[in-house]
């Protein structure tokens, strides 16, 4: 059968999906963006905590998170705020600079 599609505009910190509801996670800058924006904020840990936790939980245990970085090699490379996650141990890392 023809699977349907929809448009989901949600918190990327609170997304209303099931755990491991994506065999793939594509991002192209929203981690840069929230990485960057959030900088300054008294609460920068516990957001960025929430933010890891909620991408990890709708990504299946084995799943592929693929992330299009404007930071790779920096300081906010998002590779290093991913890897900060315990649960992280099923999944490998790999960056590529152009």
Do not use: I, M, Y
């Not at 755990?19 to 840069?32: A, E, M």
């Not at 960057?36 to 299946?60: A, G, N, P």
């Amino acid at each position: 059968g023809k699977e349907e599609e929809a448009l989901v505009v949600a918190d990327v910190a609170a997304l209303p999906l099931r755990s491991g509801f994506f065999d793939v996670v594509l991002d192209k800058g929203t981690l840069d963006w929230v990485l960057l924006s959030l900088l300054v904020s008294d609460d920068r840990d516990l957001k960025l905590s929430r933010l890891r936790s909620e991408v990890l939980r709708v990504l299946r245990p084995g799943g592929r998170l693929l992330v299009v970085t404007g930071l790779g090699g920096t300081s906010e490379d998002p590779l290093r705020f991913l890897a900060l996650d315990e649960r992280v141990g099923w999944a490998s890392f790999q960056s590529c600079h152009l």
